[in-house]
């Protein structure tokens, strides 16, 4: 297929990942600096603003980090706090239903693993672009050999 796009390729959700680190920037700032101006607080009081904020953007950055990398090998599914490795082999279907909050990739042991870099919240014809790059690449990196290589190497000679 000539349409499916160079390896390695990344598939994030890109919007919801702007809007997930503008909004940890800015809640860090906004209680920082709230912190730093209100005059009856002691430092151990600021200082606790400060680790609460940090918390909370912390919170934010993990649920920006989401992504799908595909390279030649396999894929590398980043979930919030999980990372999982696999073969193209392992791979069944891709999976993005209407209704569904993201991607599910069906695997060969019989589980399903969700694929939270390719969701349909803000950028709903995104996702389902994603979703069918990954399935079309899926599809051509695991379609079974057109031509299989002989068992025997000693059949050729006469």
Same mark, same amino acid.
């Given at each position: 297929m000539s349409d499916l796009p160079a390896l390695p390729v990344t598939f994030r959700p890109a919007r919801t990942r702007?809007?997930?680190? &503008?909004?940890?920037?800015?809640?860090?700032?906004?209680?920082?600096?709230v912190a730093m101006l209100l005059e009856q607080?002691?430092?151990g009081e600021r200082v606790s603003f400060v680790l609460t904020a940090a918390?909370?953007?912390g919170v934010l950055?993990?649920?920006a980090r989401p992504k799908v990398v595909a390279d030649d090998s396999g894929v590398t599914v980043v979930n919030i706090v999980g990372r999982r490795r696999l073969h193209w082999a392992e791979i069944?279907?891709?999976n993005l239903r209407p209704?569904?909050?993201?991607?599910f990739l069906d695997l060969s042991d019989g589980t399903s693993l969700p694929?939270?870099?390719?969701?349909p919240g803000i950028?709903?014809?995104?996702?389902?672009?994603?979703?069918? &790059?990954l399935r079309a690449l899926v599809d051509a990196r695991c379609a079974p050999d057109p031509e299989p290589t002989r068992s025997n190497p000693d059949e050729d000679q006469d």
């Open positions: 702007a809007v997930l680190l &503008t909004a940890a920037v800015a809640l860090f700032v906004v209680i920082t600096t607080l002691s430092p918390l909370l953007a950055l993990l649920l069944l279907r891709v209704g569904d909050p993201w991607v694929v939270l870099g390719i969701q950028a709903r014809q995104h996702a389902v672009r994603d979703a069918r &790059t």
